[in-house]
């Protein structure tokens, strides 16, 4: 099984070397220049703060080639329409740039407010490397969000919240390709740990048509992610009563309110809430 999984890095590399930096380049997929058309500069350009509900960052991250993950950017472009937070869709090939402007920007103290950090498969994964270099360099994650993620490795202790939503595939799960798997926290006492399986939580829509190419696109799926991104801005500016600008069904609550608690009040199946309080598996 070690074996499978080198090989599996190594042909993903190969890949990567020698088609993504001519299809992506090509068609514009990837912009770190820091020019003024650049999605990610804007998000910390002097003067922009003012046009946004809330202060923080968003980064959303896509899968393979950046190409297969839409729900990333009609996330992004959400956001930015209805100007609630400064947000930018990057694809995963330039998650090394990425972490890179994102301890420059903490550095120059141009990281002001929340900073949420989501991605579909690969580009979920790869979050989750860029949250640790970004504990490294002493800067803490107020959401990370995991679409379908592939092979990610533990959350680290820099993340304050951590929500992953996918849907598992049993008979091929045991592929690390085109699937989704729960992820871990490293420290569970540290990072509130929330983890969503949509082949057997009552979410309220039909979760049959998800699969791991369109997960991130799906209607309910962008309602949650809007909610989590939603209840962390409004904590992290003190009002968390308002947290419900964008509701879930009433069986899907974040782990901070009472229906995380197991208690009766609503029936959950497939949602486990990791936290300091312990873990609760809902059934």
């Given at each position: 099984m070690k074996q499978f999984?080198?090989?599996?890095?190594?042909?993903?590399?190969?890949?990567?070397?020698?088609i993504t930096v001519?299809?992506?380049?090509?068609?514009?997929?990837?912009?770190?220049?820091?020019l003024p058309n650049d999605p990610v500069a804007q998000t910390v350009k002097p003067g922009n703060a003012h046009l946004y509900k809330y202060p923080g960052h968003l980064y959303a991250m896509r899968g393979f080639l950046g190409i297969f993950s839409t729900g990333m950017d009609i996330l992004v472009n959400k956001l930015n329409r209805r100007h609630i937070v400064a947000a930018a869709a990057v694809a995963d090939e330039a998650r090394y740039p990425l972490r890179k402007f994102l301890i420059r920007q903490s550095i120059a103290g141009r990281l002001t407010g929340p900073l949420i950090l989501v991605g579909h498969s690969w580009g979920a994964d790869d979050q989750v490397r860029i949250a640790r270099a970004l504990g490294r360099a002493g800067i803490k994650v107020n959401l990370l969000l995991l679409i379908d993620p592939v092979t990610p490795p533990p959350v680290p202790v820099n993340v304050i919240r951590c929500v992953d939503i996918y849907k598992s595939h049993p008979l091929t799960d045991w592929i690390p390709l085109?699937?989704?798997?729960a992820d871990d926290a490293r420290n569970p006492a540290v990072t509130n740990l929330t983890v969503i399986n949509l082949r057997t939580a009552k979410v309220g829509f039909d979760t049959s048509v998800v699969n791991h190419v369109n997960i991130s696109a799906v209607p309910g799926v962008q309602k949650m992610m809007m909610h989590y991104i939603l209840d962390t801005l409004e904590r992290a500016a003190g009002r968390p009563s308002e947290a419900g600008a964008t509701t879930l069904p009433s069986s899907v609550h974040p782990p901070s309110t009472p229906r995380s608690t197991g208690k009766a009040g609503g029936s959950v199946i497939g949602i486990m809430t990791k936290s300091a309080s312990g873990v609760t598996i809902r059934k």
């Open positions: 999984f080198r090989l599996h890095r190594g042909i993903r590399a190969a890949v990567l070397v020698g001519f299809i992506l380049t090509g068609s514009g997929c990837i912009d770190l220049t820091g085109w699937r989704g798997v």
